[in-house]
């Protein structure tokens, strides 16, 4: 089945470790993208790839770091920079930056 | 720039009862536009999209959203909610020239009541 894998489902770090969060599709997509939720905020963009060793800040970049070494990849680390790194990450993907994307299941990173 | 709103933070239907939930956009072209819903705890679905052409479409659930220029909407609609409707709808819109992501609202929580 062709989709988007997002691992773990649930994350638990200590404050002031960096931690990365998994994102791989098999969809062929050329544009990958994260997103962060927040109760009452809706989804708001971290960062995104429009094509391999490339990609370009969101609105909320401060505190995170991706790489696009491969097509099917988009891991993203949440550093210890991040002031408030709790929340629900979202990947998703799609054939280009104008078309529909494809969401991921989600991560829930809780932070102690 | 481009910008989203939806004026719902929170709406409640009977259910059968029909639903309408409000998008408004900016953009100075013809944008491509988006609903999406989410289930707690759960990625996002896309319902349906608008690029061109009818500017009524059809979606998945049951569910169909109009385009209107002139109001620079694209209402989602519903005729007869079920209680597996309630969830949270996000409307989202594109830019034609590629190069940037898509934009979302923030988001209106639909509760169903019996």
């Known amino acids: 089945d062709g989709g988007i894998t997002q691992s773990p489902k649930y994350l638990f770090r200590k404050e002031g470790q960096n931690v990365t969060l998994s994102c791989e599709q098999n969809l062929n997509h050329d544009a990958m993208y994260w997103y962060r939720q927040d109760p009452g905020q809706g989804l708001r963009l971290i960062y995104y790839?429009?094509?391999?060793?490339?990609?370009q800040k969101g609105d909320i970049a401060e505190g995170y770091s991706v790489s696009r070494e491969k097509k099917e990849s988009f891991p993203l680390t949440v550093t210890s920079a991040q002031k408030n790194p709790t929340a629900f990450y979202l990947c998703?993907?799609?054939?280009?930056?104008?078309?529909?994307?494809?969401f991921g299941p989600g991560t829930r990173l809780t932070v102690l | 720039a481009q910008s989203v709103t939806q004026p719902d933070i929170h709406i409640t239907v009977s259910e059968g009862a029909s639903l309408e939930l409000r998008c408004n956009y900016s953009?100075?072209?013809?944008?491509?536009l988006f609903w999406y819903v989410q289930s707690p705890g759960q990625g996002l679905q896309l319902l349906l999209k608008?690029?061109?052409?009818?500017?009524l479409v059809q979606g998945i659930k049951g569910f169909e959203a109009e385009f209107k220029r002139s109001q620079s909407s694209f209402n989602l609609r519903k005729p007869s909610v079920h209680w597996s409707d309630a969830a949270e709808y996000f409307c989202?819109?594109?830019?034609?020239?590629?190069?940037?992501?898509?934009?979302f609202g923030k988001g209106t929580t639909l509760s169903v009541s019996s």
């Open positions: 989202a819109v594109g830019a034609i020239q590629a190069g940037t992501a898509l934009i």
């Open positions: 998703a993907s799609s054939i280009r930056t104008v078309n529909e994307q494809f």
């Open positions: 608008y690029f061109s052409g009818d500017t």
């Open positions: 953009y100075g072209a013809t944008p491509y």
């Open positions: 790839s429009q094509i391999v060793n490339d990609f």
